[in-house]
């Protein structure tokens, strides 16, 4: 598995082939090391975890991204760390802390209410508390993420940033020549790119700002691409074929649907849990050159600047900024532009290299495995 001219090799453990982590921490990581002179990332699926184990003493580090603790993961990482080999915990979100079960089921809407919920949910946080233990180092997608795991475990972590691949930067670039010999037909789309029904809580911040632009807009329409679970107060427009709904799509489809809406939203419950977020959908509404609209948390009040490269809104902020944007009050075209030109540049596939290389480079030159 080592490639020649003594590039050095990392094993990575994800739990399951999906549309989200496994695309981001995993696929498009791997992707872009795949130029790398320095590394590359070899991944496995956690019901492979048995067929690694002989290369172990090859590898220059293990990465297990977003996994839950079982034997297997105990006894590969405890392998690993018997040949000096550090280990990685790779993670995305605020899931592993017991501790903020209390946090995260309020942010999500879960509710709490029975024996097998609260066993579900503490064996689920508990499981990623696990796996994180094993770990001598952390990787994660921001800094607030990141200190939140130093803080908890003691132990050093780094940054590597969501990215595109160059196959969504490629089909985007398609979409946008197409996109530019597009008629309009007259209705201004607001896209609202939620993917669970965990972000009803999130919904809720903007439905009386999204029902009083629809009521005294009639050209605007709402365009729900993902599972959600509406408030009441939305049906009359659902069926009104004002808020449109889609089921979830993989990459390429969403880079399509992106492309069709006029500004896309981000509303975002602002705490603890949702600033550990990263800022996927501006860039992934940049590269098709869509505007974005989000709630200033950490990664999006670090990535975008306000009126210049998309907008930041509080609650009481939607109505008017998306009523200006629809009525032509802002240069778009500018501030979608910078917007293009700042996401290719810091989540890009090059860029997304250099991170990654800078951070393995340290990593396994410390090599703080016991």
Not at 205 to 220: A, F
Not at 288 to 314: M, N, W
Request: proline residues 4%; aromatic residues 12%; contains cysteine.
């Amino acid at each position: 598995m080592q490639k020649k001219n003594r590039v050095k090799t990392i094993i990575g453990i994800c739990d399951a082939p999906n549309t989200t982590t496994f695309r981001y921490r995993i696929y498009n990581l791997a992707r872009a090391l795949e130029n790398s002179a320095e590394f590359s990332l070899h991944y496995f699926y956690q019901s492979e975890i048995n067929a690694i184990a002989d290369y172990i003493p090859n590898i220059s580090a293990l990465l297990i991204s977003r996994t839950p603790w079982t034997w297997e993961i105990q006894n590969i990482a405890t392998v690993a760390r018997a040949f000096g080999i550090p280990v990685i915990f790779d993670i995305d979100d605020y899931i592993f802390d017991l501790n903020a079960i209390p946090l995260l089921s309020s942010t999500l809407n879960v509710r709490l209410n029975s024996t097998h919920e609260y066993n579900h949910w503490a064996a689920h946080v508990g499981r990623f508390e696990m796996t994180a233990n094993l770990a001598d180092f952390f990787t994660a997608t921001n800094p607030y993420l990141g200190e939140k795991l130093g803080h908890k475990f003691g132990k050093p972590f780094f940054c590597i940033e969501n990215s595109l691949n160059q196959e969504q930067i490629a089909i985007s670039q398609r979409i946008c020549e197409v996109k530019k010999q597009a008629k309009s037909d007259g209705n201004f789309v607001i896209g609202y790119f939620s993917g669970t029904p965990s972000h009803i809580n999130d919904f809720k911040i903007i439905t009386s700002e999204i029902i009083r632009l629809l009521d005294n807009y009639p050209t605007m329409k709402l365009l729900v691409v993902g599972f959600m679970n509406f408030p009441q107060e939305i049906n009359p427009y659902i069926s009104a074929g004002r808020v449109i709904t889609h089921p979830l799509v993989d990459f390429f489809e969403l880079q399509i649907l992106m492309a069709q809406v006029d500004v896309s939203i981000v509303p975002l419950v602002d705490n603890i849990f949702t600033n550990c977020k990263s800022e996927l959908k501006f860039f992934e509404g940049a590269i098709v050159d869509v505007p974005t609209c989000a709630t200033p948390i950490y990664s999006y009040s670090q990535s975008i600047q306000h009126e210049k490269t998309g907008f930041l809104c509080r609650q009481g902020q939607w109505y008017s900024t998306i009523a200006k944007i629809y009525e032509g009050k802002y240069d778009l075209k500018k501030i979608c532009a910078g917007a293009k030109e700042y996401c290719l540049k810091h989540y890009g596939v090059s860029y997304l290299r250099k991170q990654a290389e800078a951070v393995y480079a340290q990593i396994t030159s410390e090599n703080k495995a016991d």
